[in-house]
Nanobody, 126 residues
Framework: QVQLVESGGGLVQAGGSLRLSCAVSGRSLRDYTIAWFRQAPGMEREFVAA????????YYADSVKDRFTISRDNAKNTAFLQMNDLRPEDTAVYYCAIDRNLILSSLRVDGQYDFWGQGTQVTVSS
């Protein structure tokens, strides 16, 4: 059984930092593309960042580029999202997701991911 568990969310002031974790069990993370998505109230879920399974190349949404960093520790089967210079518009529930057979052109499409975590709330106050 595959399980993804996010942690590290919370309340932070604008300009602050948080580090989200996504612990994966039941699959070896090294074989999967892993991504972070987020969903704000009343909004659709949107792509934040991903590490493609081949070569480990990273991809970011323009809104978080140069502020967020996605990484993975295959030995711990855990992925991370380091979020710096947080803004009120970053407030959302953050989800991690993995997929083994994703093609690069579908990286930012949430419907293409097979397995999801339950989400962790990030709230940024102004």
């Amino acid at each position: 059984q595959v399980q993804l568990v996010e942690s590290g969310g919370g309340l932070v002031q604008a300009g602050g930092s948080l580090r989200l974790s996504c612990a994966v069990s039941g699959r070896s993370l090294r074989d999967y593309t892993i991504a972070w998505f987020r969903q704000a109230p009343g909004m659709e879920r949107e792509f934040v960042a991903a590490i493609f399974r081949n070569y480990g190349r990273t991809y970011y949404a323009d809104s978080v580029k140069d502020r967020f960093t996605i990484s993975r520790d295959n030995a711990k089967n855990t992925a991370f999202l380091q979020m710096n210079d947080l803004r009120p518009e970053d407030t959302a529930v953050y989800y991690c997701a993995i997929d083994r057979n994703l093609i690069l052109s579908s990286l930012r499409v949430d419907g293409q991911y097979d397995f999801w975590g339950q989400g962790t709330q990030v709230t940024v106050s102004s």
